[in-house]
Each structure stands twice: as C-alpha cells, then as structure tokens.
C-alpha cells in the first residue's frame, strides 16, 4: 500500500492551523501573565506547583515535572530551588530506591496554589467566555484534546 504525501493546500492548512493556535495561546498567555494573579508569584512557578497539586500522590521526581512544564531540565532544577527557598515546597527522598528524589508541596505551597489558582480561573474566565460560546469552548476542548491524544508518547 503506497501513501501519498500530502497536497500543498494540506501542507499550508495545517501550517497555518498551527499558525493560529500557536499565536492564539501566545496572546493569551501574555494577558494572564499580565494579570493580577501573578503578582505573588511567575507563572512558570505557578505552573510547578499547579502540577504538584494535581498529582494524586502529591509527590513528583524532577523529570516528571519536566514532562509537565515548558522548561529544561536545568531552568527546572534552579526553579525548584528558589520554591525551596520560599518554602513552596520540599525535597523527600524517594522510599522505594533511597536515592531518588521526590517533590511535594509544602502547607504554603498548597495554600498560594488555591489563591492563585483562583484568581487565575476568574481571568482565564473574562478571556474565553466573551470570546467563545460555551459550545465553541467545548469543541475547542475537544479538539485540543484529539490533537494532544494524536501525539506519540501521550
């Protein structure tokens, strides 16, 4: 079974598919950073510890927050040392091999999460819903979700 490559017209819709939804989340991105609820703390921050409270174990090693956030390794590393410093959260040494190290929110941690994470739905909120009809948002969702789903390794 032979496979064609796809058309010129294929090969720009999808570059320019890709175009917009980069640009869009860009722009989106830039009115949250901009908002109130930053103020406390960067949003790549916020993000480290957005992940540590959705994990169910409450505990991550390093490189499995690297798979969750937009930053290398060692930008990763120096982030988590200065949420040390501020005690957002803390190092445990991992029970199963004594050597590993495992992430976890502290108390502080955990409560500026909540407060910023609410304060960061009341914005995402007045950017997407005057934007977007409820239905538009959940095909959006749909959507984003099937192209992630599409993607090896996921």
């Not at 720009?12 to 640009?23: G, K, M, Q, V």
């Not at 957005?50 to 090693?61: A, D, E, M, Y």
């Not at 690297?66 to 590393?77: K, R």
């Not at 502290?106 to 500026?112: D, H, S």
Request: aromatic share 4%; glycine share 6%; with cysteine.
């Amino acid at each position: 079974m032979s496979t064609q490559a796809p058309s010129s017209t294929a090969v720009r819709l999808a570059a320019e598919t890709w175009e917009s939804l980069f640009r869009a989340q860009v722009a989106v991105m830039r009115r949250l950073q901009a908002g109130r609820a930053f103020k406390a703390l960067p949003i790549k921050e916020y993000d480290v510890l957005f992940t540590l409270s959705r994990c169910p174990s409450g505990q991550l090693r390093l490189n499995e927050i690297n798979d969750h956030v937009l930053l290398s390794q060692s930008s990763l590393s120096r982030l988590v040392d200065r949420l040390e410093k501020r005690g957002l959260v803390e190092r445990r040494i991992a029970p199963e091999d004594g050597r590993g190290v495992l992430l976890g929110l502290t108390e502080a941690g955990r409560e500026l999460q909540k407060e910023i994470g609410r304060e960061h739905v009341r914005d995402i909120t007045a950017l997407i819903a005057p934007a977007l009809t409820e239905e538009e948002q959940r095909e959006l969702l749909r959507l984003t979700e099937k192209l992630r789903a599409s993607l090896p390794g996921r």
